[in-house]
C-alpha cells in the first residue's frame, strides 16, 4: 500500500520546498491543496480516513503548511477535530517552517551550554520562529528575555506563554534599534535572532562587545543578516569564545529533523507533530535526549 501523504497549504499556492522534502522523505503520492481553511478541510479529512481501513490509516498522513503561521495552527486544530476514535491519521504542523527550524536552533545551543540556568535574548521574539524558540528554551529552564519593536507586544506575548511556562523565565524587553538590542544583551548566554528578512540588529563588531555570550545564533538567511557578525553558512564557528550558527548552518540539522519526522507519521496513525513534538524529534536526531 502506498504511503500517501496530504498537504494543506493556507496559501495561494502550496508551497514547493514542502513539496520536495516530502518526496524526499519517502512519500509515495503526494496530494497538494491551497487555499485550505477551517470552513472547507472537513471534507478532504473525510476523503483521508474514510477511503483505508483504520488498520492502512497509517499509509496516510498529512502536512499543514504555508506562511502564516496562525492560520496553520488553527487548521491544524480543525483537522483534529474531524478524527474520531480510529478515524484518523497523522499531522504535522510546520507552516513557515517555524517547528522544524525553532527546534533547530534550540538544540545547536543545547550542544555547547546547558540550558537550564542560562539567560538568552531572542531577537524577534514575536514571530513565529522567535515565538517557538522562547518557548522551547524556556521549557528547558533558560531565563529568555524576548524582544520585540513594542514592548506591549512583548509583553502581551510573555503573558500568552505564561499560561503554559513559569513566567519568572520569561522578561519583555523592546528592541526597536541597534542601542536597544545591544543593551537587552547585556548579561545574555545565548543570543537568537529571528526576526524577519532585512532587519539587522547587530552591527559588525557587536559580538565582540557583549561580556560573558556563548552562543549567538542568526535564523536570517536573506541579506542583511541579522547578526552582522555572523555568516548564512557558519556552523559552531568560534568568533572569540562565542559560538556562531548562521541560518543554513542551522539549516541541516532542520532538513533532518523535518524529514525525520515526515518519515515517522507513516508509522502509526495517531502522531501529531507539534512544537513539542517536533522539538523532542530534534533531540532524539541529534543525540542530545536524555
Not at 56 to 77: C, M, P, Q, R, Y
Not at 195 to 202: D, Q, T
Request: glycine content about 10%; aromatic content about 4%.
Amino acid at each position: 500500500m502506498q504511503k500517501i501523504l496530504i498537504q494543506f497549504d493556507t496559501d495561494e499556492q502550496p508551497s514547493s520546498f514542502d513539496q520536495v522534502v516530502a518526496v524526499d522523505s519517502g512519500a509515495e503520492r503526494l496530494f497538494s491543496y491551497c487555499g485550505i481553511d477551517s470552513r472547507n478541510v472537513q471534507g478532504l479529512v473525510h476523503g483521508a480516513i474514510f477511503t483505508r481501513g483504520p488498520a492502512d490509516l497509517k499509509n496516510t498522513a498529512i502536512f499543514i503548511g504555508g506562511s502564516n503561521v496562525t492560520a496553520g495552527e488553527k487548521l491544524a486544530n480543525a483537522v483534529q477535530n474531524t478524527f474520531f476514535g480510529p478515524m484518523r491519521v497523522s499531522v504535522m504542523m510546520d507552516s513557515n517552517g517555524c517547528n522544524t527550524t525553532a527546534a533547530a536552533a534550540v538544540v545547536a545551543a543545547k550542544k555547547h551550554v546547558p540550558l537550564n540556568g542560562s539567560t538568552a535574548l531572542v531577537l524577534g521574539g514575536t514571530g513565529p520562529v522567535g515565538l517557538r524558540v522562547v518557548q522551547l528554551l524556556a521549557g528547558e529552564g533558560c531565563r529568555v528575555k524576548l524582544a520585540s519593536r513594542s514592548h506591549e507586544r512583548a509583553a502581551a506575548v510573555c503573558q500568552t506563554l505564561s499560561s503554559r511556562l513559569d513566567s519568572t523565565q520569561l522578561e519583555p524587553v523592546a528592541a526597536s534599534d541597534t542601542n536597544n538590542c545591544l543593551t537587552a544583551a547585556a548579561g545574555a548566554d545565548i543570543v537568537v535572532a529571528a526576526g524577519a528578512a532585512g532587519v539587522c540588529f547587530f552591527p559588525e563588531g557587536s559580538l565582540a562587545t557583549l561580556d560573558g555570550l556563548k552562543i549567538a545564533i542568526d535564523l536570517n538567511a536573506v541579506p542583511p543578516a541579522g547578526l552582522a557578525d555572523v555568516k548564512a553558512t557558519e556552523k559552531a564557528a568560534d568568533h572569540n569564545g562565542v559560538i556562531c550558527y548562521g541560518a543554513l548552518g542551522v539549516g541541516g540539522t532542520k532538513m533532518k529533523i523535518h524529514k525525520q519526522a515526515l518519515r515517522q507519521l507513516f508509522e502509526s496513525n495517531d502522531r501529531i507533530y507539534d512544537t513539542d513534538a517536533i522539538y523532542q524529534l530534534a533531540l532524539d536526531v541529534t543525540g542530545l535526549a536524555t
